[in-house]
């Protein structure tokens, strides 16, 4: 096992108008779990297959342990991979299909069917050992693809978008055996997927790329509570957090026919960026529902009851925001839900409101407030 590091990698395809991954640093601690995630062509498979060699790097390096492998065959790597599609053999049994890699080393019979059976044991896969890849489920084939890795002992686990091919049910099932998993071997894993869910239930850190350059990369926790910036803001989080463009006065953002004042400090940083406007982000559950003319007036469009919790999709009532132009989400009371058509008012929790800068993205504040007279918040930084 080893920690992986890219140093400033770069990875341009020949022809393509730009990289697909842009000056990538990152480390990567030895026996950590660390998920890629983030939009469709955000350079993430391609970070990963770099990792494999099985994409060249056009600038920086990359580091398992003390070696630098950027240049290095896959085979010389000692990483193991797990593919999206599975990529079993459907004439071996299952026991052939992990054992395949340690047959091809030249390991001998009794070496290769005692770690088979160590990782069948542990993959809950000892009775599928001597049926065909077509007899089992899917949820099966991908414990075998697993058990193909495990059994080579490698430094790193590398797998992109294995749970893809799965339903809804199984794949929070698979999720969490891959990271029980992972846990009790402890072998540094990076795992690849577009799903922010499972980035956030899987990783010890979760990385998060778009357009080939590294956004933020921390704790599921910091992400969810501390976003660098507005692009993190609104991909991490299911339902999203809810972002709302704002003009800027002297004494603080217009959030349509009421003001939210902001800190001299925010207020502060935004004027040296030359900010005329911000972006207010909050979160679903950031809101309580308060009386009328104590906060601001939304009106539901749609509810939706989910047994234990229910939200509200829905618009407030403005002038002279954007906010009114887009569905925010509110997170409401399940045994008290709201009526579709009905106006609201809303209060923001000031512990949980954002500001991030419109000209930059970056987040000035999110943290530290205090409510105001008529359901106006000031944020601190």
Known sequence: MAGITYDSVTIQYPGAERPSVTDLDLDIADGEFLVLVGPSGCGKSTTLRALAGLENVTGGSIRIGDRDVTHLPPKERDIAMVFQNYALYPHMTVADNMGFALKIAGMKKEEIRSRVEEAAKTLDLTQYLERKPKALSGGQRQRVAMGRAIVRNPQAFLMDE????????????????????????????????????????MGDRVCVLKDGFLMQVDTPRNLYDKPDNVFVAGFIGSPAMNLVDVDLAPDGAHLGDRTLPLSREVMAELEADKCTKATIGFRPEAVRLVGEGEGFPFEVVVVEELGSDAYAYGTLHTSRSSAGDKLLTLRVDAKKVPMKGETVHLQINPAEAHVFSAETGRRVSGGAARATAGGATRATA
């Open 162 to 201: 294995p749970l893809s091919n799965l339903d809804a049910k199984l794949r929070v099932q698979t999720r969490t055996e891959i990271a029980a998993l992972q846990r009790r071997l402890g072998v540094t894993t990076v795992y690849v997927t577009h799903d922010q869910v499972e980035a956030m239930t």
